[in-house]
């Protein structure tokens, strides 16, 4: 609450080893717009605590409503998931086969991500480097690829204003876009 009380921009580690209860509480409790790794969102049998209005654990068809609700939640209020590739598989035992990887469902629900690191001296990996792996393991369209670039832009913790802010990012989409247009010239 510090942060948030003082206006101050935080990303916080959650979903990567327990389920959607963490995302949503690292959102709801810290008040966060970035949320690192998140890749255990759709993951029904990570869902611990929550209860059903009769206080049992949750059927499968209510973990697929909850995981449904927070994910749609995530996706309405813009909230960003940081996508650690190489990380991910370094740290995460069922992510050590990178198909596996949440990310195509991400991009299904139409969720805000991007790209990072997470760690860059410890698993010795760029954010060019990541870009690289998701080409090659995943069929993202061109628009998608597009839209997890600016949409780092967008969530980034920009240090100006908000009308500073979407003059930046205007000027990365003209950037994008004519380095994508001389890249289809050659």
């Known amino acids: 609450?510090?942060?948030?009380?003082?206006?101050?921009?935080?990303?916080?580690?959650?979903?990567?080893?327990?389920?959607?209860?963490?995302?949503?509480?690292?959102?709801?409790?810290?008040?966060?717009?970035?949320?690192?790794?998140?890749?255990?969102?759709?993951?029904?049998?990570?869902?611990?605590?929550?209860?059903?209005?009769?206080?049992?654990?949750?059927?499968?068809?209510?973990?697929?409503?909850?995981?449904?609700?927070?994910?749609?939640?995530?996706?309405?209020?813009?909230?960003?998931?940081?996508?650690?590739?190489?990380?991910?598989?370094?740290?995460?035992?069922?992510?050590?086969?990178?198909?596996?990887h949440p990310i195509v469902h991400f991009l299904e629900q139409k969720l805000r991500i991007v790209l990072g690191t997470d760690n860059r001296a410890i698993s010795r990996v760029s954010v060019t480097d990541e870009y690289e792996r998701a080409i090659g393991l995943y069929n993202h369209t061109e628009k998608q690829l597009k839209n997890m670039t600016v949409g780092g832009f967008k969530s980034a913790f920009y240090p100006g204003s908000y009308l500073q802010k979407r003059n930046y990012i205007s000027k990365v989409i003209e950037f994008y876009d004519s380095q994508m247009a001389a890249l289809k010239i050659s």
């Not at 580690?13 to 759709?42: M, N, W």
């Not at 994910?71 to 370094?90: F, G, H, Y």
């Open 1 to 100: 609450m510090f942060c948030y009380d003082h206006g101050i921009p935080a990303t916080c580690h959650a979903g990567e080893a327990y389920g959607p209860e963490s995302i949503k509480a690292a959102v709801k409790d810290c008040h966060v717009r970035r949320i690192g790794h998140g890749t255990q969102l759709f993951r029904g049998a990570s869902i611990t605590s929550k209860k059903n209005v009769k206080g049992e654990c949750l059927s499968e068809a209510e973990r697929a409503k909850y995981i449904s609700d927070v994910a749609e939640w995530i996706a309405d209020n813009r909230i960003t998931l940081e996508v650690c590739l190489k990380s991910n598989s370094q740290t995460l035992p069922d992510l050590r086969d990178l198909s596996q």
